[in-house]
């Protein structure tokens, strides 16, 4: 009997005197769930909030072949259901997309640069579908190209120059990035259109002048003003400069879902920073200018699991890596991960999450890059 007492007794403990469950704070603005995150992670009970990567496989792209395939810098990348990898670069003659399997092997080329079928000029849009079909949205000739995983041209899809650039969704609709004239002024606005692209809604503006060159020249670091979109989950989530730290959660059909909120500590700039780029840009004889603090978001990314990976501006815990806010599907703040991700011009990480595996490229010391993915194990 006195066994059984004490075993409840624990039972007890462990379930009323365990770690505690945070209260998530939320509010309402005009019908829309704001969930508002604060400097510190919430404890949520039962939910994985680390992760370990374990190496699987790492592409040299200081290779001879590599290098010979003119996509030595190349950055973006889509990985298919099966695991291979295709890298694009729109900066070269010839074959623009390189498929690689996944130990990290050669496989073929295919869409050439070019005006004819098949054929692109500047790929601003990639993705995967559920038949793993590469979408490519390409801006210069106006074209949605989609590929087979062997690269032979499947459809291919025009739109209208005054729809700007876009991309296909999973329910036949389009999301659009356009220029549109607001109070007199020319805004970047996202916005979702139906199958003949005419403007269903808007789901984010931006003013496009901000920043623009002036006297004072250009602006140091993020010279482009902040303005991403990524898809997953039947989902749309879009980020703003002039929004701050806030993630805007959309549907397909362009209905804001969701608005996810957080508290940040500002980063400044460092001295060694703005020197750095000050000895850049005026050697060209471009003047520059730097704002105090960094912006509070450089880029996100997402896993097919609905979580968001935030790359702040904030120094990690080794050389290169940068500390990454990870919030859970419903919006919520419950992790911060160091990372070595390699990013560009301040606003683009080059990482992808799919499948319990983090696909992404890192610089070395020497500048070159190399290509990993690791398995995540989420504990």
């Not at 209260?23 to 992670?41: F, S």
């Amino acid at each position: 009997m006195r066994k059984l007492f004490t075993l409840g007794f624990i039972l007890f403990l462990l379930l009323y005197c365990g770690p505690t469950q945070e209260k998530v704070e939320k509010i309402m603005e005009d019908g829309v769930a704001v969930v508002l995150n604060h400097i510190e992670p919430y404890k949520i009970r039962g939910e994985s909030t680390n992760f370990t990567l374990e190496k699987e496989l790492s592409i040299d792209f200081a290779r001879d072949d590599i290098g010979k395939m003119g996509i030595a810098n190349a950055t973006d990348f889509e990985v298919d259901s099966k695991g291979n990898i295709y890298f694009f670069y729109s900066n070269k003659e010839g074959d623009m997309i390189f498929k690689f399997d996944g130990q990290g092997n050669f496989v073929t080329s295919f869409g050439p640069k070019g005006q004819g079928p098949g054929e692109m000029q500047y790929i601003i849009w990639s993705g995967i579908d559920s038949q793993d079909n590469l979408i490519i949205s390409d801006n210069g000739n106006r074209k949605v190209l989609l590929f087979n995983s062997d690269g032979d041209l499947v459809k291919e899809t025009r739109f209208p120059p005054n729809v700007g650039s876009i991309f296909p969704l999973d329910n036949g609709n389009y999301i659009s990035l356009s220029n549109k004239a607001i109070d007199d002024k020319v805004h970047w606005v996202f916005s979702i259109r139906d199958s003949k692209f005419e403007e269903i809604k808007v789901l984010d503006t931006q003013d496009n002048e901000l920043y623009d060159i002036d006297a004072q020249g250009i602006r140091g670091v993020n010279m482009v003003p902040l303005f991403k979109r990524k898809i997953s989950k039947n989902y749309i989530y879009v980020i703003s400069e002039e929004r701050g730290y806030e993630i805007l959660k959309c549907d397909l059909e362009g209905n804001l879902a969701q608005r996810i909120r957080k508290e940040y500590e500002p980063v400044e700039v460092s001295d060694e920073v703005k020197q750095e780029r000050k000895e850049r840009y005026e050697q060209y004889g471009v003047k520059v200018w730097f704002p105090k603090y960094w912006l509070p978001i450089c880029d996100f990314f997402l896993d097919d699991k609905g979580r968001i990976y935030v790359m702040t501006f904030e120094r990690g815990e080794n050389p290169r890596e940068f500390m990454y806010d990870i919030f859970n599907p419903q919006g919520i703040f419950i992790a911060r991960k160091s990372l070595n991700i390699y990013f560009e011009g301040d606003r683009s990480v080059c990482a992808k999450s799919i499948r319990n595996r983090l696909y992404f490229f890192q610089e070395n010391k020497d500048g070159f890059r190399k290509f990993l993915v690791y398995k995540m194990r989420w504990e």
